[in-house]
């Protein structure tokens, strides 16, 4: 059973531009949610997707922004890019239909914006 | 929301057991206790999930006492491999809008 891709793995912007990143869940999963990672803050929930509905949504700015289409696939979008938001960005994936479960990562998108 | 509270960071030796405490107060009724691990440049891995009492599996051991405000990760006979950070992780899995939040992790840190 294929895990959660991630792509792009690496990727380098500038500051002001857009980025991308796309997730491929777990065959079967409905749910996907985003993460943000840095050594600072750590790990920080971004958002939430189930069937195609954000469900939550992280203490983050508008310039994040995501969306889940009809089979399961993610993305998440990050416009104007600024210096702070060089990071590991985590897509997990999961059952999310009972109470008990586990989230399953991919490898992440390390995004740095110079 | 439940937040978590562990120790910033540990350390320890091949062969010894490590438990890792997470506090976490607030804890709802539908709450499970989750622990995650991650290596550098990984996306975290499940490691143990429980509810109240005991769960043990082939890597780990969970242990939530009555009231549930804490819970201790017990890693038995460390190895240098199991260097990584532990998350500990309180929430609801299968509830609509639910925000999983992680908590700061505790560094492991295994010495020969």
């Known amino acids: 059973k294929a895990g959660v891709t991630q792509t792009p793995r690496y990727l380098i912007k500038t500051r002001g531009q857009q980025v991308t990143l796309s997730c491929s869940p777990i065959s079967g999963h409905r749910s996907v949610s985003w993460y943000q990672q840095t050594p600072g803050q750590g790990l920080q929930f971004l958002f939430e997707y189930f069937s195609e509905t954000q469900r939550n949504k992280g203490n983050f700015p508008g310039r994040f922004s995501g969306r889940q289409f009809s089979n399961s696939r993610s993305e998440m979008n990050v416009s104007t890019l600024e210096l702070g938001d060089s990071a590991l960005y985590l897509c997990?994936?999961?059952?999310?239909?009972?109470?008990?479960?586990?989230?399953?990562f991919g490898e992440g998108s390390r995004l740095t914006v110079l | 929301l439940a937040k978590t509270t562990q120790p910033i960071s540990m350390d320890s030796y091949e062969g010894q057991e490590v438990n890792i405490t997470c506090s976490h107060n607030n804890i709802a009724t539908n709450d499970y206790i989750t622990w995650y691990q991650q290596f550098p440049s990984q996306g975290p891995r499940f490691i143990i999930q429980?509810?109240?009492t005991k769960v043990t599996n082939e890597v780990a051991s969970l242990f939530i006492p009555a009231d549930r405000k804490s819970s201790t990760l017990s890693l038995p006979r460390v190895s240098l491999s199991d260097t990584a950070v532990y998350y500990c992780?309180?929430?609801?899995?299968?509830?609509?809008?639910?925000?999983?939040?992680f908590g700061g992790g505790t560094r492991l840190m295994v010495k020969p």
């Open positions: 429980g509810y109240k």
């Open positions: 997990a994936s999961s059952l999310a239909v009972q109470p008990t479960g586990e989230l399953f």
């Open positions: 992780l309180v929430g609801d899995m299968g509830n609509a809008g639910n925000m999983l939040t």
